[in-house]
């Protein structure tokens, strides 16, 4: 065991942790934005190759979740063209209003010269401070890549430019119902060891 931290602790939040869907949320209950805060600052004390810290975090609560529902929702309906469909639209307007917050996901391209796909693993890195942060806190989310998530009419709504991504949706809430215990098959099958 370390000094400095119960690593059974740590090790009990990270094997718990599960996705919370947004019918599994308290309705209407919201969370203090103090504790949001929280765990965006813990996200962002994720690594990132030369320090560049491209995750951005734009934070829909209250009125705002109606805003971005009726945003994604009319976008969705512009550009899906033949692939359109009626339910998921109506899940598009209807959904973020039953989350306490809703936190778009988002990539700031600021060091060119690395792979862009090293700023998207560092937003990866971020989002699981976050989820695991919420964990921690009682809290339920997930992260959500669907809808307009890689429409490239959304950026200009999220104050992103050519060069960012867009990456998702992390949806936050009170737990009502709990997520089932998850399963993983053995690290070994998935590690190979090489010792000389």
């Not at 693993?121 to 989002?127: F, L, P, Q, R, S």
Request: glycine share 8%; proline share 6%; aromatic share 10%.
């Amino acid at each position: 065991m370390s000094d400095l931290f119960d690593t059974e602790q740590i090790n009990r939040l990270i094997r718990t942790r599960r996705s919370t869907f947004i019918p599994q949320f308290v309705p209407g209950r919201v969370i203090p934005d103090s504790t949001v805060w929280q765990l965006l600052e813990n996200a962002n004390w994720a690594p990132s190759h030369k320090q560049t810290e491209p995750w951005r975090f734009i934070v829909f609560t209250g009125a705002g979740l109606q805003r971005l529902a009726d945003f994604q929702a009319d976008l969705y309906e512009r550009t899906a063209g033949p692939a359109y469909k009626a339910a998921k639209h109506a899940n598009l307007r209807r959904n973020p209003p039953l989350c306490s917050h809703v936190i778009a996901l988002a990539m700031k391209r600021t060091e060119r010269r690395l792979p862009e796909i090293e700023e998207i693993e560092a937003v990866a890195c971020a989002v699981q401070n976050l989820h695991l942060s919420a964990h921690a806190y009682g809290l339920g989310g997930y992260w959500s890549s669907g809808g307009i998530t890689y429409t490239e009419e959304a950026k200009a709504f999220f104050g992103l430019d050519a060069d960012d991504r867009l990456l998702g949706f992390f949806q936050l809430g009170y737990i009502d119902v709990p997520s089932a215990p998850g399963q993983r098959g053995p690290v070994q099958d998935k590690t190979r060891w090489v010792s000389e």
